[in-house]
């Protein structure tokens, strides 16, 4: 009975995203949702003003660099910059413009945890490019872990109207996508046409949701973080998510009155400071966007934080907008039987692999 109510369930789901007029909430047409998320997330730009220099190799083979760039003007009028490691093969010719993978990190992460797939894409001919996210890394103000992170949600979260409403929960981190992407068109070894992105589990949110509105990224692989927030939500299995911001969510649950953090208490804070994230910008319906690229999503089927039930809407939802672009061999969806939030080695390899096929570096001489 419990498989029929959800079989139910998901085909309500999916035709609610299909027919946005039989959604209690109108789901708009994909040019409308990616309208809508730049309009959201639009900001005046600043200039890049690049800074890079060539770090000690982690191998001899290959070369590193650190960088950083300008990606928005703070509201007290400091400079928001975005420190990066780019890592390529030390026998890359000059004036080769090779094809570009950007890695983002999960919750906690940074930039230097993502060294093996930074190694491992360089090998086989990518520029691998990754970044901090927003109030991690070099831009966790000296705080260790999460602190940054949750403190800066729960700001946002206590934002008055009328004051600038941060979005530091992903959101932010795909304007950073976008800058990043500025900055590495800037650049004579790249080719502006060959943009693959990755993110896992927090970085896989904000790789299915920056790519998903910025056509430059060709190729993208959200891992461990294809979901649906709004099934989750409806059917009491948002705990996992929350608890990877756990003090931000009691934050909240304390200013709301609630004993404990509560659907109620997602909602509200999820409302805030990620407008949209259960109707037009959550996975069943933002995934549409990428019928026109390439996409690999990477899943564990025991995953608390992606529960299956609500990720196959997202994973059907995708598979009719591939169809319907009769582009059916540019959708992969790889779900690991009786994986937790993990990637397993055959996903990583298929990774590598998808980026590979598409966007064809060239091999090494």
Known sequence: MIINRLIVLAAVLLASIANP?????????????????????????????????????????LVTEKASFATEARPDGSIERVPALLVKREATKPGTKLPVVIVLHGTGGNKEGSRPWLEALANRGFLA??????????RGQGMVGTKAYNEAITRAWRAKPGEPQAHPFYYDTCWDVWRTIDYLVSRPD????????????????????????????KVAVPAISVQSFRWSLENERWQARANTIK???ESAANDLGEPKVNARVCRELWAKILPGILDEFD?????????????????????PNCPIE?????FGSARAAFHQAKADDHLKIMVAPGSGHTLTKEQHDAAIDWFVKWLKPSSPE
């Open 310 to 314: 609500g990720a196959e809407l997202a």
């Open 283 to 303: 996975g069943p319906s933002i995934l549409r966007l990428y019928s026109d690229r390439s996409l690999l999503i990477l899943n564990g089927e025991k995953d």
């Open 129 to 138: 490019v990754a970044i901090d996210g927003r109030y991690h890394g070099e």
């Open 21 to 61: 007029a039989r959604s209690q909430t109108s789901i708009p047409e994909p040019a409308q949702v990616k309208a809508d998320f730049l309009k959201l997330l639009d900001r005046p730009k600043v200039p890049l003003d690049p800074k890079s220099e060539v770090v000690k190799n982690a191998s001899r083979s």
């Open 190 to 217: 790249v080719d502006p046409d060959r943009i693959g992105l990755i993110g896992i589990s927090k970085g896989g949110i904000e790789t299915w949701l920056a790519g998903a509105v910025d056509p430059r990224i």
């Open 247 to 249: 003090q931000a969510h």
